[in-house]
């Protein structure tokens, strides 16, 4: 097949994309500049000149495409709804991220009940709400002709195989810790997030472009871990001693803006991907976050 992938140069897309390419699919990647432009291909990746902003480019790349994985930003809506129109009647797959900080809880670090899987409802935080809102517009799309599907990953973790190799939240708390002499959480560093190693997550989306039937909903996670866990693993690794140190919100505001502080570092994270595993067989078996924080470092 030939896929579209928008994000092919990220760390999810890119990973996705080079996944593909080894099981032998092509792979059109947008890209918004020369350089990058250069850099994908020279993985094997077709370069497609654009941003989310153009929905042209969108609409002829997903026309050329046999499949669409759009890996870019869950909250852009105006990329969704280009690219779910031009795939409009085709039966192609389109398979659109999003994230598991939709059920955040803005807990400040302090621990949290609450655990989700497919089909309990979510009534997502200000912050999230436009999130959900594209998950529902994508996965109402089916009805348009379009086999539809939203992966939803938790905290992800592993060295990516595509052009950007790192994840995200792990790394920003090695590079605080160096910073600041030890690793540090938020609050008491009590909440917890779910989470999938990249290699599992990657998995998932080759199987949803597969046989995912149209609309449906996966969360992505093989574990979960509370945030001082974390810290405590980091500090090992970088030879410090074994206390980790809270912050407040806003010293982590300061350090990763207002959404990432409280949505993703400072809130409670817990789902369960059962109907991954149940509708698509998806068996994640990867080592755990904290076992690949001690092998690799930063995550």
């Known amino acids: 097949m030939k896929i579209f992938v928008t994000g092919a140069s990220g760390y999810i897309g890119g990973s996705v994309a080079a996944a593909l390419m080894g099981a032998g699919h092509e792979v059109l990647g947008l890209v918004r500049s020369d350089a990058r432009a250069d850099q994908v291909r020279a993985l094997g990746i077709e370069p497609v000149p654009g941003s989310l902003a153009d929905a042209a480019v969108l609409a002829e790349a997903a026309g050329r495409a046999d499949a669409v994985v759009n890996a870019a930003n869950a909250e852009d809506r105006g990329a969704a709804e280009a690219l779910l129109k031009a795939l409009a009647g085709t039966g192609k797959p389109f398979i659109q991220t999003s994230g598991s900080s939709i059920v955040a809880d803005l807990s400040e670090g302090r621990a949290g009940d609450a655990v989700y899987d497919e089909e309990t409802p979510v009534d997502p935080l200000p912050g999230r709400a436009e999130r959900v809102a594209i998950n529902h517009m994508v996965r109402d799309a089916a009805g348009t002709g379009v086999r539809t599907a939203v992966i939803c990953p938790t905290l992800i973790y592993g060295k990516g195989s595509g052009l950007n190799p790192d ?106 991907a059962v109907r991954a595993r149940r509708e698509l067989g998806w068996t994640p078996h990867r080592p755990s976050l904290l076992d690949t924080i001690r092998a690799e470092g930063a995550g």
């Open 167 to 272: 994840s995200i939240q792990v790394p920003w708390l090695v590079a605080l810790a160096k910073k600041r002499g030890g690793a540090c959480h938020i609050g008491p560093g009590e909440n917890v997030w779910s989470n999938v190693h990249i290699d599992d997550l990657v998995d998932l989306y080759l199987l949803a472009l597969e046989t995912a039937p149209a609309g449906a909903f996966y969360y992505a996670e093989n574990g979960e871990t509370a945030m001082r866990e974390v810290c405590e693993a980091i500090n090992a690794v970088l030879g410090f001693g074994p206390a980790t140190t809270p912050i407040s919100i806003e010293e982590a505001t300061a350090e990763w803006g207002e959404g990432a502080a409280n949505y993703t570092m400072g809130s409670n994270s817990r789902v369960r």
